[in-house]
T-cell receptor, first 114, second 112 residues
Framework: AQSVTQPDIHITVSEGASLELRCNYS??????LFWYVQSPGQGLQLLLK??????LVQGIKGFEAEFKRSQSSFNLRKPSVHWSDAAEYFC????????????FGIGTKLQVIP | DAGVTQSPTHLIKTRGQQVTLRCSPK?????VSWYQQALGQGPQFIFQ???????QRGNFPDRFSGHQFPNYSSELNVNALLLGDSALYLC???????????FGPGTRLTVL
């Protein structure tokens, strides 16, 4: 069964500082990996996704993520955080074809301080 | 182009009652999935509908049922509500064979 671990429940960074959110997955084959962001009271917005090819993927809002098969990781990064990035971030894993079932991690809540 | 829409936005029910939540997928999408997000948790997959049939189901009891209509919209029904059913219910739409789901804003269900 597929699973996702986000080891950091809550992270605080200063505005302008760099950010890295960790994600580890468990899946028997090549996974489809996603990062979503959720602002308070809102639905989920897709930041980026990895299906195949280049292991460094670029997303919206200046985010990027790197797929590392050897570490079963898909960490999200941003070089300079803005106050508007404060939100909850979810890593998710799915699989190819058929009927897509996506498994989410518990989420990492990001706080940005001035 | 309208994204995924859900109704109602908020709902308050009492234990034992039944509830119906509605979802309209993004234009051009034919597959609808439903997720339950309890407070402080990630979304949990309930089930997925394609061509008006349930195609996949997560670990949810039979009290949770759904329907998809010919226009691809969908309903989630929950019977015999429990306090633990209080959550944000998210609908996601996608195109069969493609792998990205787009989420609606959710319906916040409170069971008293």
């Amino acid at each position: 069964a597929q699973s996702v671990t986000q080891p950091d429940i809550h992270i605080t960074v200063s505005e302008g500082a760099s950010l890295e959110l960790r994600c580890n997955y468990s899946y028997g084959a090549t996974p489809y990996l996603f990062w979503y962001v959720q602002s308070p009271g809102q639905g989920l917005q897709l930041l980026l996704k990895y299906f195949s090819g280049d292991t460094l993927v670029q997303g919206i809002k200046g985010f990027e993520a790197e797929f590392k098969r050897s570490q079963s990781s898909f960490n999200l990064r941003k070089p300079s955080v803005h106050w508007s990035d404060a939100a909850e971030y979810f890593c998710a894993v799915g699989y190819s074809g058929g009927y897509q079932k996506v498994t989410f991690g518990i989420g990492t809540k990001l706080q940005v301080i001035p | 182009d309208a994204g995924v829409t859900q109704s109602p936005t908020h709902l308050i029910k009492t234990r034992g009652q039944q509830v119906t939540l509605r979802c309209s997928p993004k234009s051009g999408h034919d597959t609808v999935s439903w997720y339950q997000q309890a407070l402080g948790q990630g979304p949990q997959f309930i089930f997925q509908y394609y061509e008006e049939e349930e195609r996949q189901r997560g670990n949810f009891p039979d009290r949770f049922s759904g329907h998809q209509f010919p226009n691809y919209s969908s309903e989630l029904n929950v019977n015999a509500l429990l306090l633990g059913d209080s959550a944000l219910y998210l609908c996601a739409s996608s195109i069969k064979g493609e792998d990205t789901q787009y989420f609606g804003p959710g319906t916040r269900l409170t069971v008293l």
